[in-house]
């Protein structure tokens, strides 16, 4: 039987209002929102951080150092930026990347 929002903020912790946001699309949800809510919907936290996009299905580690989250080696601030726009802008990011790591190591071989 499916949970209500109301169910699964008590369950997970999080509000009903954050978790309304996610279900309508205005936001995405973090790792730290994704790990509390994955017990009470049947999931373990790596399968939905995995069908988040957060981690590939070939990643099997998630270990929490000093706040960070480290997925490969996924700094918490970028994280969390990235977790507050929409799906489209962070497929952007993601394809842009190549790009700004090229730029980074030319800058990086001129000095």
Known sequence: MPLTLRQ???????????LARIEGGSRFPSATVLAKIAKPLGFTEIELLVLAGYMSPQVRVLREEREE???????????????????????????????LKR????IAGSD
């Open 103 to 106: 730029i980074a190591k030319e």
């Open 8 to 18: 699964l903020a008590a369950r997970s912790g999080v509000s009903i209002s954050h």
């Open 69 to 99: 989250y480290v997925v490969g080696r996924l700094d918490a601030r970028v994280a969390r930026v990235l977790a507050q726009e929409p799906m489209e802008v962070q497929r952007a990011v993601v394809a842009m990347l190549p790009i």
